[in-house]
């Protein structure tokens, strides 16, 4: 005999601060992170801070004649285009989070989203590389004064939206939750994140690079400085695509304790399990598909009931037979 079932939500919209994590009769799979229309809202207004500033420097630079200005202007639209992704994976996972048709949510459509901006920040990385590679062959007359306020105004930018898409509820705990935190991360912020504190990086290192030429006349130091961020900026795509893609694929990472949880809780109700299936459904939600075999076997209801203590399993399945004899 077998049973499932999901939490029981008392809105029909997900809510924007906890969900529900009590497994009973009701079959919603509202699988959202709990602050999924507050990241929704602060990245669209990122995106339109990051916009504007996009205009401004390629208007400023059409007019004043820099390429600097242009350049930069022109280097923010591509992250305003990822963190679009972002924006719009939002949009459409709280759209169509009652949808039926998506068998266990929409949860997980924002580890898609970060997959693709984690692609797209890879881009952005070998592309800085390139850059500053051809530098080295062929090296541009700096502006160093215009260069500086442009890197300056362009890290202030990012600053501010940096602290907009910050995660601050996987923050101030102590290491010996760091696994879960990550767990329930929302991989789909922390794409927005990556690509306004990369921006932020190139800005940082730009404004010690032009600093020290300007002093000095190492030119060689700017494209020097652009490959070291783009190694930077790459082994942070990496580390997105890594996780996301481990979500995607439904990889129950080492540190994971939901196996251990569920086989205590079970042990002592005198169960073996035969099989278990565990997958992330959105951040801080996981489902997983028990099968049991028990001497005295109870109703499957029973067993749910008892694996409800564990906080991030939001949907259970448990199947249970009675050991042969």
């Given at each position: 005999?077998?049973?499932?079932?999901?939490?029981?939500?008392?809105?029909?919209?997900?809510?924007?601060h906890?969900?529900?994590r009590?497994?009973?009769?009701?079959?919603?799979?509202?699988?959202?992170?709990?602050?999924?229309?507050?990241?929704?809202?602060?990245?669209?207004?990122?995106?339109?801070?990051?916009?504007t500033?996009?205009v401004?420097?390629?208007a400023?630079?059409?007019?004043?004649?820099?390429?600097?200005?242009?350049?930069?202007?022109?280097?923010m639209?591509?992250?305003?285009?990822?963190?679009?992704?972002?924006?719009?994976?939002?949009?459409?996972?709280?759209?169509?989070?009652?949808?039926r048709?998506?068998?266990?949510?929409?949860?997980?459509?924002g580890?898609?989203?970060?997959?693709?901006?984690?692609v797209?920040?890879?881009?952005?990385?070998?592309?800085?590389?390139?850059?500053?590679?051809?530098?080295?062959?062929?090296?541009?007359?700096?502006?160093?004064?215009?260069?500086?306020?442009?890197a300056?105004?362009?890290l202030?930018?990012?600053?501010?939206?940096?602290?907009?898409l910050?995660?601050?509820?996987h923050?101030?705990?102590?290491?010996?939750?760091?696994?879960?935190?990550?767990?329930?991360?929302?991989?789909?912020?922390?794409a927005?994140y990556l690509?306004?504190l990369?921006?932020?990086?190139?800005?940082?290192?730009?404004?010690?690079?032009?600093?020290?030429?300007?002093f000095?006349?190492?030119?060689?130091?700017?494209?020097?400085i652009?490959?070291?961020?783009?190694?930077?900026?790459?082994?942070?795509?990496?580390g997105?695509?890594?996780?996301?893609?481990?979500?995607l694929?439904?990889?129950?990472?080492?540190?994971?304790?939901?196996?251990?949880?569920?086989?205590?809780?079970?042990v002592?109700?005198?169960?073996?399990?035969?099989?278990?299936?565990?997958?992330?459904?959105?951040?801080?939600?996981?489902?997983?598909?028990?099968?049991?075999?028990?001497?005295?076997?109870?109703?499957?209801?029973?067993?749910?009931?008892?694996?409800?203590?564990?906080?991030?399993?939001?949907?259970?399945?448990?199947?249970?037979?009675?050991?042969?004899?």
């Amino acid at each position: 005999m077998s049973s499932s079932h999901g939490p029981t939500h008392d809105h029909p919209h997900p809510p924007e601060h906890s969900h529900r994590r009590t497994l009973n009769a009701a079959h919603e799979h509202l699988f959202l992170g709990d602050n999924h229309e507050r990241n929704e809202r602060r990245t669209w207004l990122v995106i339109a801070i990051t916009t504007t500033m996009m205009v401004v420097e390629i208007a400023a630079g059409n007019l004043f004649g820099s390429m600097a200005l242009t350049a930069d202007g022109w280097h923010m639209s591509t992250h305003a285009a990822a963190m679009l992704i972002a924006a719009l994976a939002y949009l459409y996972a709280r759209k169509h989070a009652n949808n039926r048709r998506f068998s266990f949510g929409t949860g997980k459509l924002g580890d898609l989203a970060g997959f693709a901006s984690a692609v797209v920040l890879a881009l952005i990385a070998l592309l800085i590389g390139w850059e500053s590679f051809l530098r080295f062959q062929s090296p541009v007359s700096i502006n160093f004064k215009e260069a500086i306020i442009v890197a300056v105004v362009g890290l202030i930018v990012n600053l501010v939206c940096a602290w907009l898409l910050k995660d601050d509820h996987h923050h101030g705990h102590d290491h010996g939750h760091e696994h879960k935190q990550k767990v329930g991360q929302d991989q789909n912020l922390r794409a927005a994140y990556l690509h306004v504190l990369a921006d932020a990086l190139t800005s940082v290192l730009a404004i010690g690079a032009l600093v020290f030429a300007s002093f000095y006349g190492w030119l060689w130091l700017d494209p020097t400085i652009g490959i070291v961020g783009a190694f930077v900026i790459a082994r942070w795509s990496w580390g997105l695509i890594r996780d996301t893609g481990g979500v995607l694929l439904d990889y129950v990472s080492e540190g994971e304790d939901l196996p251990e949880e569920i086989q205590e809780i079970l042990v002592k109700e005198g169960a073996e399990i035969v099989d278990l299936h565990i997958w992330q459904l959105g951040p801080g939600h996981h489902g997983a598909i028990v099968s049991i075999v028990v001497d005295h076997p109870h109703a499957p209801s029973y067993y749910r009931a008892k694996l409800a203590a564990i906080h991030d399993l939001s949907h259970v399945t448990v199947e249970v037979e009675a050991r042969a004899a």
